[in-house]
């Protein structure tokens, strides 16, 4: 999206966003840090852009529950620099393919936060993923962490005037 793309207006919650005459593909991931973790243990993140894939597999319990009937889902709980917690679902396309999980993006108006000097980004300490039903998943869980390089700076004023 930052490579691709450049904000025009922003108001409110709502940023539209113009395509780049020529897309430079700038960022890259580092090489990929992989630890193994059990359901609700903390996992530290870097304060860096950080790109986060977890590959959690079921148990045979598990596959039969979600073969006849809905499956429980994993969940994931981020500690925020400032001592919040929230929690989100993890599906397991997302989980498995990768996310962005530092800096925390709430909205599309989140990804102009570097380019503002009055606002910061929401950074993520701390992450655990967690099932209400922990033996439907293996263990241990594996976690692949890369840090994302090269992210362009977002130009504080478009074409039509400030942002």
């Known amino acids: ?7 025009l207006l922003h108001e409110g919650d709502f940023t539209l966003w113009k395509r780049a005459a020529t897309e ?5 991931l580092t090489a990929e840090v992989e630890s193994s ?7 530290p993140i870097s ?6 894939r977890v590959e959690l597999k079921r148990t045979w319990l598990g596959s039969i529950q979600s073969l006849l009937w809905t499956s429980t889902d994993a969940r994931i709980e981020v500690q925020l620099e400032d001592g919040a917690k929230s929690r989100y ?23 102009l936060r570097p380019a503002q000097t009055e606002a910061k ?3 993520v300490k701390a992450v655990r993923i967690y099932s ?4 439907f998943f293996r263990k241990p869980i594996r976690i692949v962490k890369q840090e994302i390089q090269g992210l362009p700076q977002l130009p ?8």
Request: proline share 11%.
């Open 132 to 135: 209400s039903s922990g033996h």
């Open 47 to 52: 304060n860096q852009p950080t790109w986060l």
């Open 1 to 7: 999206m930052l490579t691709g793309y450049a904000p």
């Open 24 to 28: 430079a593909n700038s960022a890259s």
């Open 121 to 123: 980004p929401t950074q």
């Open 89 to 111: 679902r993890l599906p397991p396309g997302c989980a498995r393919s990768g996310f962005l999980v530092n800096p925390l993006l709430m909205a599309d108006g989140d990804l």
């Open 156 to 163: 504080l004023e478009g074409p039509g005037g400030q942002l």
């Open 37 to 43: 973790a059990s359901l609700d243990q903390w996992i």
